[in-house]
């Protein structure tokens, strides 16, 4: 298996602007995880599915970001309009069996809203 | 909710020497404990794991010890080598949880040739 796919590797947009980020799990995984690291708070779970379905969202910052999964292998993560302070990587991880087994992460995204 | 302090931030080393990061956790009813390394440019990945119904795990030269009463765990690294050279982080979930990992602030190994 390829592990998990991120796209784009890097993102640089001006802010006011809609970003999508995308996410191909692990084919089998039935958890998908969107996380947000940054210096100051580390990394942070924005959101997570169980078979396609959002389970927690509580991590989502605001109602600029959301993140959807139509199929059991994508997912995308949308911030729209993004602002200077969404600047951060954000990494995607898929599990067969949620939070207490292994999480394989993507490479993640690298944003930079200016 | 769970809160995970990790130490130190950042620990710099001699090749072959031990390395030590200790974590402390809030949540008594936290059960699980990974640990990720994370290289540069790269996703977190996870190198071992512990859960509540054991004191100690050992893979290889890494190695992980948990104390349920003082709430705290550590990762031991023995004979490290210049390819350790990364962050690491702990991190803890709550028994039942099946989506919340919370992850320490992580700590950077230098281990100097």
């Known amino acids: 298996d390829a592990g998990v796919i991120q796209s784009p590797r890097h993102e640089v947009t001006e802010m006011g602007q809609e970003v999508t980020l995308r996410c191909k799990p692990i084919?089998?995984?039935?958890?998908l995880f969107w996380y947000r690291q940054t210096m100051m708070r580390g990394l942070e779970l924005l959101i997570y599915?169980?078979?396609?379905?959002?389970?927690?969202d509580s991590g989502m910052p605001e109602d600029r970001f959301s993140a959807k999964m139509p199929n059991a292998s994508f997912s995308t993560l949308k911030i729209q309009p993004s602002e200077p302070r969404d600047s951060a990587v954000y990494f995607c991880?898929?599990?067969?069996?949620?939070?207490?087994?292994?999480?394989?992460f993507g490479p993640g995204t690298r944003l930079l809203v200016l | 909710g769970e809160n995970v302090e990790q130490h130190p931030s950042t620990l710099s080393v001699q090749e072959g020497d031990s390395a030590v990061i200790k974590c402390t956790y809030s949540d008594s009813a936290s059960n699980y404990f990974p640990w990720y390394k994370q290289e540069l440019g790269k996703g977190p990945q996870l190198i071992i794991d512990?859960?509540?119904?054991?004191g100690e795990k050992k893979d290889q030269r890494i190695a992980v010890t948990l104390n349920k009463t003082a709430k705290h765990f550590s990762l031991h690294i023995t004979e490290t080598q210049p390819e350790d050279s990364a962050v690491y982080f702990c991190a803890a979930s709550i028994t039942g949880s099946q989506g919340n990992l919370i992850f320490g602030k992580g700590t950077k190994l230098s281990v100097k040739p």
């Open positions: 991880a898929s599990s067969l069996m949620g939070a207490q087994e292994t999480q394989y």
């Open positions: 512990i859960r509540s119904n054991v």
């Open positions: 084919s089998g995984h039935d958890y």
């Open positions: 599915f169980n078979n396609n379905v959002p389970i927690d």
